[in-house]
């Protein structure tokens, strides 16, 4: 079936260092989300990449969409403690309605 | 605005029991979902309902009833729990369907659910 596959699973970093999770998708995706999970909580919208390529930013967060739309990187600059949770990639297979979740990548911030 | 809620907050079931997960929106959008998390597994779809009196099954609709009530509500039933079952559901909606032109989900704070 469809497959969303995130790595690495997990990430423990030093406060300071940059941070990436790659997604990717067994097949084309139309569109990609961003997700965030704190511990205990829920997931929350970061951000939505539609185009072949397309970069986008949020502060010290960048989103890619890679050429071919079947892979995504989130990457995270100088990290901070507030950093810390569980990052998801959501990807709509082309010609389908439904989100596919990745996997996640649970994100530690060592102070 | 609450946005969306969830009740209730926790729940321990035995084996063979039945009960309802309720959900409600406050931000008159048109359709809702049901997904449930388990450790390591992501998010999985169950059902999703694309607008008010249409359901449609998700990745793993097996064990689960849903219902829209109305704009505002959506309930997901489990008729005869299994520990399989045990998980975290999220209830989540969004202005129009997902994927048609990529609209946020908006999530419910979850549902604890522990089968004995």
Request: aromatic share 12%.
């Amino acid at each position: 079936g469809q497959q969303v596959m995130q790595i690495p699973q997990y990430q423990h970093v030093q406060e300071g260092e940059d941070f990436t999770t790659y997604c990717n998708s067994s097949t084309t995706l139309s569109n990609i989300q961003w997700y965030k999970q704190r511990p205990g909580g829920h997931p929350v919208f970061l951000i939505q990449l539609v185009k072949s390529g397309e970069v986008k930013k949020q502060k010290r967060l960048t989103f890619q969409f890679g050429e071919a739309k079947k892979n995504s990187s989130l990457h995270i600059t100088a990290t901070q403690t507030t950093d810390v949770g569980t990052y998801f990639c959501a990807g709509v297979p082309s010609g389908t309605y439904k989100y596919i979740f990745g996997t996640g990548t649970r994100l530690k911030v060592l102070a | 605005n609450a946005g969306v809620t969830q009740t209730p907050k926790f729940q321990v079931l035995k084996t063979g029991q039945s009960m309802t997960l309720q959900c409600a929106q406050d931000m008159n959008h048109n359709s809702m979902y049901w997904y449930r998390q388990d450790p390591g597994m992501g998010l999985r779809l169950i059902y999703y309902s694309a607008s008010e009196g249409t359901t449609d099954k998700g990745e793993v609709p097996n064990g689960y009833n849903v219902s829209r009530l109305n704009k505002r509500e959506f309930s997901l039933r489990l008729e005869s729990a299994a520990p399989s079952q045990t998980s975290v559901y999220f209830c989540a909606s969004s202005a129009s369907l997902l994927g048609r032109d990529g609209q946020t989900q908006y999530f419910g704070p979850g549902t604890r659910l522990l089968v004995l």
